[in-house]
């Protein structure tokens, strides 16, 4: 049973930068991807970064350029690093992680593809 813990949110201003972790434990190697996902009041939850356990990372076009998705070798460590933060990245921002069967079935970038989650983290850019 795989549990996710994620911090390192706060209040940053605008061009500002914040690092993201989320901590994995009870973690099996089927955590096939891992990604960071936002969710601003009145928004729906949409996915920022992915990434594949050989490395592979994907963002969303918004982000692309300003935020870098790592983990540690370990695979039990994922880290957001966030830069020139603007207030459109104001949310709460969630770690997921998700196995192969759900990844093919939906999509890295899609919130379906992961049923593990993390409690969040709040990011507020003003």
């Known amino acids: 049973h795989v549990q996710l813990v994620g911090s390192g949110g706060g209040s940053v201003q605008i061009g500002g930068s914040l690092e993201l972790s989320c901590a994995a434990s009870?973690?099996?190697?089927?955590?096939?991807?891992m990604g960071w996902f936002r969710q601003a009041p009145g928004k729906e939850r949409e996915s920022v970064a992915t990434?594949?356990?050989?490395?592979?990372?994907n963002y969303t076009e918004s982000v692309k350029g300003r935020f870098t998705i790592s983990q540690n070798s370990a695979k039990n460590t994922l880290w957001l690093q966030m830069g020139s933060l603007k207030p459109d990245d104001s949310a709460m921002y969630y770690c997921?992680?998700?196995?192969?069967?759900?990844?093919?079935?939906?999509?890295?970038?899609?919130?379906?593809?992961?049923?593990?989650w993390g409690q969040g983290t709040q990011v507020t850019v003003s």
């Open positions: 997921a992680a998700g196995r192969l069967d759900e990844i093919e079935a939906f999509g890295a970038m899609t919130s379906k593809a992961y049923s593990t």
């Open positions: 009870g973690y099996h190697s089927y955590s096939y991807c």
């Open positions: 990434i594949f356990i050989d490395g592979t990372a």
